[in-house]
């Protein structure tokens, strides 16, 4: 949960009728002056690996029909999603890193804000979704195909896509409905909503309430729901007769667990912790984890974890690159 009260007179309240800021300046890690060229370094290359990474993870999916089911669609839609959410957040930090601080003008901020927050609400129905999905397959195997049918799956992602949409658009409007009147000094990697929303002339209580809210809801909620069918899931697997069969649930499953708790675990621990809880610093790096580091790590997880993708990969690359060179 991310507080912030400024109290004011009712006659100043009253003059700030409009934003007097026009651009903020985004702060990044200027702290560390030192380490500007080294961060800008790393960050280019989990970008690029990041961009590439779920690229073919698109790709493969899409040409190779032995993919098109629940499980992999789910994927390549994830990986839609994470590549969007890099696209969105890395190129205005790397400016940021090779010029220690730099300015976005409230318009393009308020822009990147709307699409993080689409990005990130899609994301978490998604893996709440892939989460059903693994839960279906694993616990009720004979069902699976009634339960996953292409007309739930279609469902599923249209929720995921409108929620995005819907929250995004709410979240945004209010947040930039605000009067800024100074400064405009974001300390922070990006124009998230808490920390723009440290900059406003205004008493954002009402809002918080609803970002808190909705922070249980979206994120806590279902974060729990998918610990509680995973638990459900092992215990599932852990009557499977076949060493084998298991081995292979548990791959599927620890994956999949893996990007959801790094993803849901940081977020929760940036939207649900009072402000003062956590220094603007760790503040920056908990963003990294589910902003970067989690669109980083799923085509890595998912791929090599996933004998099909790597079949699929190997096929894919035999028929368009070794095959018309020989």
Request: hydrophobic share 50%; aromatic share 14%; with cysteine.
């Amino acid at each position: 949960m991310f507080i912030k009260t400024r109290q004011g007179s009712t006659e100043e309240m009253k003059r700030q009728n409009q934003s007097s800021v026009i651009e903020f300046i985004l702060l990044g890690f200027s702290n560390f002056p030192q380490l500007q060229q080294q961060l800008f370094a790393v960050f280019l290359v989990i970008y690029l690996v990041t961009l590439v990474g779920n690229a073919i993870i698109i790709v493969i999916i899409s040409l190779d029909q032995r993919l098109h089911v629940p499980m992999y669609l789910f994927l390549q839609n994830l990986s839609v999603v994470d590549l969007s959410f890099s696209a969105v957040i890395m190129p205005e930090m790397l400016v940021v890193f090779s010029t220690e601080k730099t300015a976005i003008s409230f318009v393009g901020c308020f822009t990147q804000m709307y699409f993080i927050l689409f990005f990130g609400e899609t994301e978490c129905f998604l893996l709440g979704a892939m989460a059903y999905d693994r839960f279906s397959a694993i616990c009720y195997p004979l069902n699976y195909q009634m339960t996953i049918n292409k007309r739930v799956f279609m469902k599923l992602v249209m929720f995921s896509w409108v929620s995005g949409i819907m929250v995004a658009t709410v979240s945004t409007s209010w947040v930039s409905s605000f009067p800024f009147c100074g400064p405009n000094e974001i300390n922070h990697i990006s124009c998230e909503a808490p920390a723009v929303l440290e900059l406003a002339c205004a008493d954002t209580f009402f809002f918080e309430i609803y970002a808190f809210t909705g922070t249980v809801l979206i994120i806590l909620f279902p974060f729990l729901l998918i610990l509680l069918s995973y638990l459900r899931v092992v215990l599932t697997i852990l009557k499977m007769p076949s060493t084998t069969g298991r081995q292979k649930a548990f791959s599927t499953c620890v994956s999949h667990l893996t990007s959801v708790t790094l993803f849901y675990g940081t977020a929760s621990m940036t939207y649900l912790q009072p402000k003062s809880a956590y220094s603007p610093e760790t503040k920056k790096l908990m963003s990294l984890s589910y902003s970067l580091l989690t669109p980083l790590l799923n085509p890595l997880i998912y791929s090599l974890r996933n004998s099909e993708m790597k079949r699929a990969l190997m096929k894919l690359w035999r028929r368009k690159v070794v095959l018309p060179t020989v």
